[in-house]
Nanobody
């Protein structure tokens, strides 16, 4: 199983990025997908999650109204559209796939918000 994140980078405050996580080696449509973020020395934080069907989404309070999670089960890919980015959004963003007690993680993609 592989989860490969992409789309991170350096952005100015107020800017936008779109992260992608391409999954392979699993039946993608079975898995709930989530984006987490983690800074060095800090706990991993759940940013957003989406059900296997895509009908249900959840967001951390800190990103509600700014971030949107979506998925394309035909492309085995989950996305995170991030708007109105601020300094506090600087982190490594990781993709997670979960089905029951089975879960997988990607390696992460760095997002840096800086002026």
């Amino acid at each position: 199983v592989q989860l490969v994140e992409s789309g991170g980078g350096l952005v100015q405050p107020g800017g936008s990025l779109r992260l992608s996580c391409a999954a392979s080696g699993l039946t993608f449509s079975w898995y709930a997908m989530s984006w987490y973020r983690q800074a060095p020395g800090k706990e991993r934080e759940l940013v957003a999650s989406i059900s296997s069907s895509g009908r249900t989404t959840n967001y951390a309070n800190s990103v509600k109204g700014r971030f949107t999670i979506s998925r394309d089960n035909t492309r085995n890919t989950v996305y995170l559209q991030m708007n109105s980015l601020n300094f506090d959004d600087t982190d490594v963003y990781l993709c997670n796939a979960r089905w029951g007690t089975t879960e997988y993680w990607g390696q992460g993609t760095q997002v840096t918000v800086s002026s």
